[in-house]
């Protein structure tokens, strides 16, 4: 089983739309999840950060975590063409990052 | 304050050659941590590097090893170069020896082709 795994992609949204991804991890004791997004050819990129169960708002994302069902998901709302981009989640477990595969995003305009 | 920085972005190297690549961590940061991302994958955990000690490796062969400076810049450098090493690889810096429980913020990293 993979440490994190993510929602196989691509995922194609209509502009405007939400765009809903999802990522379940395997360590029971991770500490924090993240949401990375990286655009072809770049780094990625840090865009979310939760730490506890429950929501958290920031601009047109929302990021969930359920640490009983090892889940954690991320909601594009309002996407944009420029919201365009692997997606990747990540569990932290002491020092160590644990990345998911990543779900590619198309928002057509 | 300045960012994450490598060097150099681009790089082939034959097969069985050795490659070194370059990390100036960000200001005030003294751990540095290095990883691997293959094609179509997500980045994959090589090794953390605080105040000039390795102090976590993830599952990667010998060959590959590290270095960090007393400035808290490091190096990472692959020995018998294989197709498979052909990646991007990322550096992040942070300002604790691995407890914390914040996010890493990468460096634009190295394009490494093996041929």
């Known amino acids: 089983q993979k440490e994190v795994e993510q929602n196989s992609g691509p995922l194609s949204v209509p502009e405007g739309a939400i765009a809903s991804l999802n990522c379940t991890y395997s360590?029971?004791?991770?500490?924090?999840f993240f949401w990375y997004r990286q655009y072809s050819g770049k780094s990625p990129e840090l865009i979310m950060s939760?730490?506890?169960?429950g929501d958290k708002e920031d601009g047109r994302f929302t990021a969930q975590l359920n640490k009983a069902s090892q889940y954690v998901s991320l909601l594009i709302r309002d996407s944009q063409p420029s919201d365009s981009a692997t997606y990747l989640c990540?569990?932290?477990?002491?020092?160590?990052?644990?990345f998911g595969a990543g779900t590619t995003v198309t928002v057509r305009a | 304050e300045t960012g994450v920085t490598q060097s150099p972005t681009h790089l082939i190297k034959t097969r069985g050659q050795q490659v070194t690549l370059r990390c100036s961590s960000q200001?005030?940061?003294?751990?540095v941590s290095w990883y691997q991302q293959a094609l179509g994958q997500g980045p994959q955990f090589i090794f953390q590097?605080?105040?000039?000690?390795?102090?976590g490796r993830g599952n990667f062969p010998p060959r590959f090893s590290g270095l960090q400076f007393p400035n808290y810049s490091s190096e990472l450098n692959v020995n018998a170069l294989e197709l498979d090493d052909s990646a991007l690889y990322l550096c992040?810096?942070?300002?604790?020896?691995?407890?914390?429980?914040?996010?890493?913020?990468f460096g634009s990293g190295t394009r490494l082709t093996v041929v």
């Open positions: 992040a810096s942070s300002s604790t020896g691995g407890s914390s429980r914040y996010g890493y913020t």
């Open positions: 590097y605080y105040r000039e000690e390795e102090n």
């Open positions: 360590d029971r004791v991770s500490q924090s």
């Open positions: 939760i730490y506890s169960n």
């Open positions: 200001s005030g940061h003294n751990t």
């Open positions: 990540a569990v932290r477990h002491d020092y160590k990052l644990s």
